[in-house]
């Protein structure tokens, strides 16, 4: 700021819950256009974390820190300042405003109820608070207000082309993928003598290292021709039964990972 002495000047700037496109965690990261922290500076982050934000939030404080700032924060001081609206300064507004109809919104359905109550204490007739929850259809007309049905809601999922269309087995099979790799096996087997005629082929992406999955695969290939020599289970159903908690049990065992089992059965 020109004109104003560094040890005379205040910013006030947003990103205290370190998002990773907020004024402050730009800074951090020396990416914001106007400001650069330096050592010498201060600064004050004056709430907690979120519930789950604690990470982002720890390497945003260290970052500020290998630039050279001093960094105060709870619980090292006393500074934090909640960002929602007390009691005294909801009924300012509702004083203010003198409302009509009153609708709270934004929290748990605990703090609407909260907020309902505190405007009935200010007299608003019951009749004109109304306590909806997300998805509930409102409508105004000339003859006040309609409380309508519950429209569907939540999350919906884009994939490519898809809307929708990705459900929880999909997200689950894709978390497992992206922790674990997936496992692909593929074998010959008569359904008229019920025997396996041919080795199972077994191929790994993404869960172990090359040169120790020689070894590895192997022994797990010799595993599964045994129970699948041995099982009982000789629909198709069931032999992908056997070969996913053959190789499962297996390779927990073996490296303490669950890869995603992709079974191919070839009818000979």
Request: avoid cysteine; charged fraction near 25%.
């Amino acid at each position: 700021i020109k004109g104003v002495a560094a040890d005379k000047q205040v910013i006030i700037t947003t990103g205290a819950q370190g998002q990773p496109e907020a004024a402050l965690a730009r800074m951090a990261s020396g990416r914001h256009r106007d400001i650069d922290v330096v050592p010498g500076d201060t600064v004050i982050l004056s709430s907690t974390p979120i519930p789950g934000n604690e990470e982002v939030v720890s390497a945003m404080i260290n970052r500020l820190i290998r630039r050279g700032a001093d960094v105060i924060y709870p619980p090292l001081a006393a500074v934090h300042v909640s960002g929602h609206a007390s009691q005294e300064e909801m009924k300012l507004l509702l004083a203010l405003t003198k409302p009509e109809y009153f609708v709270p919104i934004h929290g748990e359905l605990r703090h609407l109820h909260a907020h309902a109550r505190l405007a009935r204490g200010l007299g608003i007739p019951e009749e004109y608070i109304l306590n909806i929850e997300n998805g509930v259809v409102l409508e105004f007309d000339e003859a006040g207000a309609v409380v309508g049905e519950r429209l569907p809601g939540g999350y919906v999922f884009v994939a490519g082309s898809g809307i929708g269309d990705v459900g929880p087995s999909v997200l689950r099979d894709r978390e497992i993928l992206s922790s674990y790799g997936f496992v692909s096996v593929a074998f010959a087997w008569s359904f008229a003598t019920r025997e396996l005629t041919s080795e199972p082929e077994i191929v790994s992406r993404g869960f172990v290292y090359e040169k120790e999955a020689g070894e590895l695969l192997r022994a797990a290939q010799e595993k599964l021709t045994a129970a699948l020599r041995g099982t009982s289970r000789v629909s198709k159903r069931g032999l992908d039964e056997v070969t996913r908690e053959t190789l499962s049990r297996y390779f927990y065992d073996r490296t303490g990972r669950k890869p995603l089992i992709v079974t191919t059965i070839l009818e000979a």
